[in-house]
Antibody, heavy 119, light 110 residues
Framework: QVQLQESGPGLVKPSQTLSLTCAVS??????????WSWIRQPPGKGLEWIGH???????YYNPSLKSRLSISIHSSKNQFSLNLSSVTAADTAVYYC???????????WGQGTLVTVSS | QSVLTQPPSVSAAPGQKVTISCAGS????????VSWYQQIPGTAPKLLIY???KRPSGIPDRFSGSKSGTSATLGITGLQTGDEADYYC???????????FGGGTKLTVL
């Protein structure tokens, strides 16, 4: 059974870059048919899809975040990562990594990590 | 403002049935599969329904999904206090080239 675990700083200063990594275990990140996703949830609010990446390197980004966003895959480490630049307080959220089946649904989730943007 | 519209809250008594609606458009629900997620506060979302009406293994048949036109519905029968959670619908939006979620519905089992 696949497991995902997010890691990264819990506090980021405004205007800096938020960087998170998702470690995948129990399955190879190179498995065909899956995409690897980031989803966030501001405190007390709903879910927001950030973007996802396929093993091929193809990426799909939320249009509202695209100009600040980069998702990359690290197959040798069985990990994928998120970089979100020029953050503001509005980027404060619990960030989840997830595995998506062909981009159709999210069938495995990490436990989530809270990132606070504050000086 | 979410692309998919869900009621903010629903409630029902234990043992009863409840439905949660998810309204979209021709660019999302009408032409793509819908999935539903249950989120108990403080935990990660959990897949309940995929491909609009299929249940992953381990999800009881008290949970069901359906889709018609630009709307989808999650049904829960035999409500239990453990079903109290937030429920989200989601699908791909072909116009936005983005995955979209509903705003979420808080279920209270009275």
């Amino acid at each position: 059974q696949v497991q995902l675990q997010e890691s990264g700083p819990g506090l980021v200063k405004p205007s800096q870059t938020l960087s998170l990594t998702c470690a995948v275990s129990g399955d190879s990140i190179t498995s065909g048919g899956y995409s690897w996703s980031w989803i966030r949830q501001p405190p007390g609010k709903g879910l927001e899809w950030i973007g996802h990446i396929y093993y091929s390197g193809d990426t799909y980004y939320n249009p509202s975040l695209k100009s600040r966003l980069s998702i990359s895959i690290h197959s040798s480490k069985n990990q994928f990562s998120l970089n979100l630049s020029s953050v503001t307080a509005a980027d404060t959220a619990v960030y989840y990594c997830a595995r998506s089946h062909h981009g159709d649904f999210f069938n495995s989730w990490g436990q989530g990590t809270l990132v606070t943007v504050s000086s | 403002q979410s692309v998919l519209t869900q009621p903010p809250s629903v409630s029902a008594a234990p043992g009863q049935k409840v439905t949660i609606s998810c309204a979209g458009s021709s660019s999302n629900i009408a032409n793509n599969y819908v999935s539903w997620y249950q989120q108990i506060p403080g935990t990660a979302p959990k897949l309940l329904i995929y491909d609009s009406n299929k249940r992953p293994s381990g999800i009881p048949d008290r949970f069901s999904g359906s889709k018609s036109g630009t709307s989808a519905t999650l049904g829960i029968t035999g409500l239990q206090t453990g079903d109290e959670a937030d429920y989200y619908c989601g699908t791909w939006d072909s116009s936005l080239s983005a995955w979209v979620f509903g705003g979420g519905t808080k279920l209270t089992v009275l």
